[in-house]
């Protein structure tokens, strides 16, 4: 392993985050507390509590999870698509470096931004409803797990992609809808029983139900299944990340 | 010895179907410094490529130092310092730490002091703390090489160093590839300024639709293909030649002040004596006489000339 070159990788990705702290620090505080605004005060009037937990403790794991999955993947794909951009990559591909140490520096350092804002906004949560965490290292578990396999997702849109529009296509097209349709702001058990059936095709509601117990114990699916989903998304996309690498499609001629 | 860069049969069709490299073979020595001619889309960026490990070869093989490119890539690209024909830099990095991320990527032990002299060397220890987009054309293509020599390479690729360059760099650059020749560094260079390869190089090969016409030693190159001119100054100017000095292709040049002869220095005579001779005999009076022998262009040109002869025949 050439832990050295993984290393630089990982602390010139962070640098980029270093730079724009205070503006990655201040946009999630800010949305989550329009969130809290939104949906905990306005509905959460309405709906007082969910399962024994009150709607506004309720949609924190959901919220999280809808913050965590978005800046991983956003991360990620600008993260590797920037060097493609400019040519930089060249140094990579010309570097003694194999595709998992590539991988590692980029998707940990994308990961390891996306936990931070997690943390965040769980934080700014504790400024709104009283938090309590049943399952905490579940709880640390799922979370790091969602940003290392949706960073990795991430690395394989940037990869993908050949201009800032198909940059922003996926997170915008398919995973936005997957997350808000897979109970961040509510449980599918309020659903009717049609949409039930269908919100179990949604990948995402796995990770956010497993999330959530972890939180409160409550879950819409086992937690086991929950884990193995999560497990077997960051299968796949190592797999896809790995013949990328072998292969060289699209950033090798 | 055995050659520090194994260049076997590569040949290269890119996606398209275009065939960039037609099966080049070549071996490089160790220490020297090799530059590569040929014009626009012969080749030359796609060979480099390839042996970096930015381009994967159609067929054929590489090895550097011994090293096998593909199945111990590792050891073969340590070695490998390149110099890419495009400005290709981070632009919000300061130039001190996209040097030392080069040094870390290739695995290098952090080591400010050699990195310090690098940039020194470059001229770009002043510039140090500023971001690389702040930097001039010329500047940013020294960083370019202050990555490439963070490392520490064995083996240094350098594609078009001097293109859009000013004449005070490209005679700094020069001098650095000197230095590290003496250094022991292996060097090839691609570039369209003949004069750059004739000032430098140890080796010139000629690459031209993706085949290496030739790889020769300079000097032996400009010898074997090099025709001398001879231009006598006249004392008094002629408009017209005497019949005597029909045959042997004389020009007049600098409105009758000298006659120019052109004569192939591997031809058994040269004629020059005979030449002289009539001149004397034919009552004209020779002020000066100037040799000069053709340069790696004309050389090149022709060659390259011959080339596209054949292939429309
Ligand atoms: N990625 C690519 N896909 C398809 N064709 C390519 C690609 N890169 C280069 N080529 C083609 O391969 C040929 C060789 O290109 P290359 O860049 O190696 O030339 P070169 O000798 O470096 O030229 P120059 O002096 O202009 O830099 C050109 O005809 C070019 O159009
Ligand atoms: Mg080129």
Known sequence: MNLTAMAAIYRVEMMRFFRTLAQSFISPVISTSLYFVVFGTAIGTRIDQVEGVSYGAFIVPGLIMLTVMTQSLSNASFGIYFPKFIGTIFELLSAPVNFLEIVIGFVGAAATKALFIGLVILATSAFFVDIRIQHPF??????????????????????????????????????????????????????????????????????????RWAFFGLADVPVGISLLAIAGFTAICLGLVWWIFRTGWRIRS | ??????????????????????????????????????????????????????VT???????????????????????????????HLEPFETVWRTVRYSRGLFGCKRDDTHLEQV?????????????????????????????????????????????????????????????????????????HYIEEAEAIADRVGVIAKGELLLVEEKDALMARMGRKTLEIELQDPVTVLPDSLAGYGLEI???????????????????ITKLLADLAAAGLQMRDLQTSQSSLEEIFVGLVAERNAEDAA
Request: charged share 20%; hydrophobic share 45%.
């Open chain 2, 1 to 54: 010895m055995t050659a520090i860069v194994d260049i076997r049969d590569l040949k290269k069709t890119y996606d398209g179907g275009f065939q960039a490299l037609k099966g080049v073979s070549l071996q490089i020595e160790q220490g020297e410094i090799l530059a590569l001619l040929g014009p626009n889309g012969a080749g030359k960026t796609t060979l480099i490529s390839a042996i970096c490990g930015i």
């Open chain 2, 253 to 271: 040049v600098r409105e009758g002040a000298a006659l120019r002869y052109a004569y192939d220095t591997q031809a058994e005579r040269t004629g």
């Open chain 1, 138 to 211: 579940a709880m640390i578990a799922f979370l790091v797990l969602t940003c290392v396999s949706f960073s990795l997702f991430g690395f394989i849109i940037g990869i993908w992609a050949k201009n800032f529009e198909q940059l922003q296509l996926i997170p915008l097209l398919v995973v936005t809808p997957l997350v808000f349709l897979g109970g961040s702001f509510y449980s599918i058990t309020m659903l009717p029983p049609v949409w039930q059936t269908i919100s179990l095709f949604n990948p995402v509601m796995y990770l956010i139900s497993g999330f």
């Open chain 2, 57 to 87: 070869p159609s067929s054929g093989s590489v090895s550097v130092g011994g090293h096998d490119i593909v199945t111990e890539f590792r050891a073969a690209r340590a070695m490998i310092g390149l110099v890419p024909q495009e400005i």
């Open chain 2, 119 to 191: 940039l020194r060397d470059l001229s770009l220890w002043d510039k140090r703390h500023a971001r690389t987009m702040e930097l001039s054309g010329g500047m940013k293509r020294r960083v370019l090489i202050a990555k490439a020599l963070s490392h520490e390479p064995r083996v240094l690729f350098l594609d078009e160093p001097t293109a859009g360059v000013d004449v005070e760099l490209r005679r700094d650059m020069w001098k650095l590839v000197e230095g590290l020749r003496a250094a022991g560094v292996t060097i090839i260079l691609t570039t």
